[in-house]
T-cell receptor, first 110, second 112 residues
Framework: TQLLEQSPQFLSIQEGENLTVYCNSSSVFSSLQWYRQEPGEGPVLLVTVVTGGEVKKLKRLTFQFGDARKDSSLHITAAQPGDTGLYLCAGVYAGNMLTFGGGTRLMVKP | NAGVTQTPKFRVLKTGQSMTLLCAQDMNHEYMYWYRQDPGMGLRLIHYSVGEGTTAKGEVPDGYNVSRLKKQNFLLGLESAAPSQTSVYFC???????????FGPGTRLTVT
């Protein structure tokens, strides 16, 4: 089992729908990052959350860090085909290096 | 400003062959990383370096070796390739372990 569990693993929706993906752990993270990866490319950072309960917005994307800093969610409003990709959460805990979750693969159909 | 570059982009090896993947960054980052990405597994850390001349093992180091002789370069070596090493390999760099990692475009390796 992975330290960071992401759900769902796959999500296929129509353009205009809303969605939420989750990143959960039993460990406390000092910070958590969300990346998006498009086919044939490396991941690119979307946001970093640091404080428990923190909410950050990036246009139609809303990121939340759980109060206990063990989980995070990404909500997309009115999804567009350009949102298609692999969404990865990654966290730093204890004295360790950044650890990645397994990812959520999102497909938004026009 | 090229960011992080990787060579080659694709490679096919036969079992037992060796090869070296090259990563270069022009952001003066101290930290550099090698990951492998397999379906449903996210990114798993192979080896990393916290500065020139240093290397350390990550989560899945077996079968790989690394070197960081210059600050801007991080090399990943496979001495005797195995089919289990078929994967997409990503190099990344960052200021430290807390900050954003910048990734290269990846190398798709197939071992037959």
């Amino acid at each position: 089992t992975q330290l960071l569990e992401q759900s769902p693993q796959f999500l296929s929706i129509q353009e205009g729908e809303n969605l939420t993906v989750y990143c959960n752990s039993s460990s406390v993270f000092s910070s958590l990052q969300w990346y998006r990866q498009e086919p044939g490319e490396g991941p690119v950072l979307l946001v970093t959350v640091v404080t428990g309960g923190e909410v950050k917005k990036l246009k139609r994307l809303t990121f939340q860090f759980g109060d206990a800093r063990k989980d995070s969610s990404l909500h997309i409003t009115a999804a567009q085909p350009g949102d298609t990709g692999l969404y990865l959460c990654a966290g730093v805990y204890a004295g360790n290096m950044l650890t990645f979750g397994g990812g959520t693969r999102l497909m938004v159909k026009p | 400003n090229a960011g992080v570059t990787q060579t080659p982009k694709f490679r096919v090896l036969k079992t037992g062959q060796s090869m070296t993947l090259l990563c270069a960054q022009d952001m003066n980052h101290e930290y550099m990383y090698w990951y492998r990405q397999d379906p449903g597994m996210g990114l798993r850390l192979i080896h990393y370096s916290v500065g020139e001349g240093t290397t350390a093992k990550g989560e899945v180091p077996d079968g790989y070796n690394v070197s960081r002789l210059k600050k801007q370069n991080f090399l990943l070596g496979l001495e005797s390739a195995a089919p289990s090493q078929t994967s997409v390999y990503f190099c990344a760099s960052s200021w430290d372990r807390f900050h954003e990692q910048y990734f290269g475009p990846g190398t798709r390796l197939t071992v037959t």
